[in-house]
């Protein structure tokens, strides 16, 4: 789905080089595979290259002495990936940098989508480019927390998702995905929301035992306070009696699914 990799090189047409310099051929290794096959492709590196020194400094990063080398070029010397491939293929790429982020647009070649606080756009940018980007309407800073000498909260951001947007209700099948993938229980008033929701989606529907439905559940990197685990399970017990004919449990939470399959039917 998605993959992070290294930028050493890239042109006007969103090519990347990361396999020969000059005379020396570093070559490409499974650069070549990961990047064919990935959904979603971010390329990160910094902006220029030798001698770069930059620095942060009240939230905004300032440049203190700028690389010696573009690495931003009009065509890369050796194509490792390329641009064109990829929005046929309709690839979403992006390169970051510590300065600006670019996207690869569907009309070809980089488009500038955000920008670091204390950067000068023409300056520290288009100044550094061998090529002129188009740059978006919607240009933007880049998020101030990666300026900010304190925690992102990254797992909040990655995994936050709403209860209501972690069940699908496929009625035709008579089959119910619930995603907890990610969630974290920490009281029983979690436990009541996730009764009720169930609750709210089954009742028009499950109107006889003929009824029920099959429930596929992803307990992957979910979480529950220890003392809540006995809440849980009964909360399950009732839901399953009421409106499941089976239940199906996956996901590397083994010490909840084993109680879960130990002491609820299905």
């Known amino acids: 789905d998605l993959a992070v990799l290294g930028l050493a090189q890239a042109d006007a047409q969103g090519n990347l080089n990361v ?13 070549i595979n990961i990047s064919q096959n990935a959904k979603t492709v971010v390329f990160v590196g ?6 770069l020194s930059v620095k942060v400094v009240d939230g905004k990063l300032r440049v203190i002495s700028e690389g010696t080398m573009r690495k931003f070029v009009q065509a890369v010397e050796h194509r490792s990936f390329s641009g064109r491939e990829a929005r046929r293929r309709g690839q979403r790429v992006l390169y970051v940098t510590e300065r600006c982020v670019f996207r690869l647009a569907d009309a070809g070649g980089l488009e500038l989508i955000e920008i670091a606080p204390g950067i000068d756009l023409e300056r520290d940018v288009l100044g550094q480019m061998d090529f002129t980007p188009s740059i978006s309407p919607d240009l933007r800073l880049m998020d101030g927390a990666v300026f900010a000498d304190a925690p992102m909260g990254l797992r909040d951001r990655l995994l936050a998702k709403p209860l209501a947007d972690r069940f699908e209700l496929d009625t ?6 619930i995603n907890f993938e990610g969630l974290h229980v920490a009281d029983e008033d979690a436990i009541g929301q996730i009764e009720q929701m169930v609750g709210q989606l089954l009742e028009p529907v499950v109107r006889s035992e003929a009824d029920r439905v099959a429930v ?7 979480s529950i306070l220890p003392g809540l685990v006995d809440a849980y399970s009964a909360m399950a017990m009732r839901l399953t009696r009421r409106y499941y004919s089976r239940v199906t449990r996956y996901g590397a939470g083994g010490f909840l699914k084993a109680k879960l399959e130990g ?4």
């Open 263 to 266: 002491r609820v039917p299905g």
């Open 19 to 31: 396999s020969k310099f000059g005379p020396r051929l570093a070559g490409a290794g499974g650069f």
């Open 46 to 51: 910094t902006f220029t290259a030798g001698d």
């Open 172 to 177: 035709d099948h008579r089959l119910l995905f």
């Open 216 to 222: 596929v559940v992803n307990y992957d990197n979910f």
